[in-house]
């Protein structure tokens, strides 16, 4: 008993009080999200007739815009700091997922989802490099690792209340999921006034983007991120819900337990990852989650081949508790490895391509997937494993292309410090 104590103990992050309050309002930012992300093509598809297809485009859509206002928050983050950056983006997010209840044409959909898509931008990048700033560099792995704890823990929440409350037989249930989650984006800021921004020193300012097209090493990392997130994380979140609703018979509520296993699975097993990933190869751990989502989506597609209603609901969860251990190296191994390849002076801009790679996924995935989705639905799920099992090999080939001082997630004695508030 004593050992497993000890244990317990050995996973406290031990990361200083503001990255605690950031990951407070974080949680209840990710709430919101996993309320309203598992139904939105549903809703699209189910409650305002919406094709899969032009469904697919709309969350394309959201990335689409996202990119370009990724670019000009990692800049305005090195420039005027993160905190004010996020808060803006916040505010953008609050207006728009506010007015999702009004569409009711395919353009409504569109423009919309492009203004979400403008603050999601600007969202991730600086929240990224305030989390950076706020973090001594040999605990940045846990940072991020916590910070993917408290995302699942929202979502897995956000999730479950999302499946009891949404119903397409009644579609202003979808308006209380939109609310709620602009309540959130409106609490995060709440937060975010407690905490300072990192500081800038005046000769951390110069450097453009070019400096960062220029790590040959960090752009393909960047790349081969992309990949994944579009032959599995994209497919996930965005295709599984409609894949399982209308292919399998997996009712919302459904939706909403696999969303909130998925979620339960980072939320449990994280930190447990995260120590055991100390001191051992990052890419190699890259490869693994490439294998293990590979093997995630064959079971998907197997269940909504052979199975439909509370069996393939089951045989599912099962897959994504496969798919969310995936998600526990990708929280370790991504976000730290990108700010350990950045200098000081261009911590956001290379946190903005780190995001920008999220972008790429989310715009090829659903876009390219929602046709697959619409026009044969049970080829999908083969073919993204085997896009996944080639991220496998980029991964590893990558490997002996990083600064031999990065190729490893730090071990030893953690430590507390950076910002305190």
Known sequence: ??????????????????????????????????????????????????????????????????????????????????????????????????????????????????????????????????????????????????????????????????????????????????LADAATFLAYVGVLTRLPSPERQPEERAGTYADVLRDRPFIGYTLLNATFMAAAMAVFVELLPPFAKNHAGVTETGVGILWFVDSTVVVVAQLPVTKLAEGRRRMLGFALMGVIWAGAMLVIGAAGWWLEAGAATAVMALATILFGLGECLHGTIHGPLSADLASPALVGRYMAFASQSWQIGWIVGPAIGGFVLQHAPLALWPAAAAVNLLGVGWSLALERRLPRSVRRTPAGQPALAVAEV
């Open 1 to 178: 008993m004593r050992t497993f104590a000890a244990y317990l103990r050995s996973l406290d992050p031990r990361l200083p009080r503001a990255v605690w309050i950031l990951q407070g309002g974080g949680l209840a930012n990710s709430f919101g999200n996993g309320v309203v992300l598992p139904f939105l093509i549903i809703y699209l598809h189910n409650v305002r007739g919406i094709s899969l297809g032009l469904a697919g485009l709309i969350a394309a859509t959201n990335s689409a815009a996202a990119f370009g206002s990724g670019f000009l928050a990692g800049s305005l983050s090195d420039r005027i700091g993160p905190r004010a950056v996020l808060m803006s983006a916040l505010g953008v997010m609050t207006v728009a997922i506010a007015l999702f209840p009004l569409i009711r044409e395919a353009w409504h959909a569109f423009a919309l989802n492009a203004l979400l898509g403008t603050g999601s931008g600007a969202f991730w990048p600086s929240q990224s490099s305030l989390l950076t700033g706020l973090t001594a560099p040999e605990r940045r792995h846990g940072a991020f690792s916590l910070q993917r704890v408290t995302m699942n823990l929202g979502v897995a929440l956000g999730g479950l209340t999302g499946g009891l409350v949404a119903s397409t037989a009644h579609p202003r249930t979808f308006t209380i999921l939109f």
